[in-house]
């Protein structure tokens, strides 16, 4: 695979990545869980999938 369609590739699981998150997350309940998340104080997270694929956020 050449380096444009691995870059391609890469954009498109991305993508569906945030997709997946967008349309499957509860914002409520992910606001309530977390005061970080909350928006009360500044954080950065990292979306990844868990281990039965399903869209996460990870503190850092």
Known sequence: M???EQGFHRLSQE???LTD???????????AS????S?????KVCLGRDENGE???KKQ
């Not at 967008?22 to 309940?29: A, G, H």
């Not at 977390?34 to 998340?37: G, K, N, R, T, V």
């Not at 928006?39 to 954080?43: F, K």
């Open 15 to 17: 993508i569906e990545l």
């Open 39 to 43: 928006g009360g104080y500044p954080v």
């Open 34 to 37: 977390d005061a970080e998340l």
């Open 21 to 31: 998150f967008l349309s499957s997350s509860d914002f409520k309940l992910l606001r």
């Open 55 to 57: 869209p996460t956020l």
């Open 2 to 4: 050449e380096e444009h």
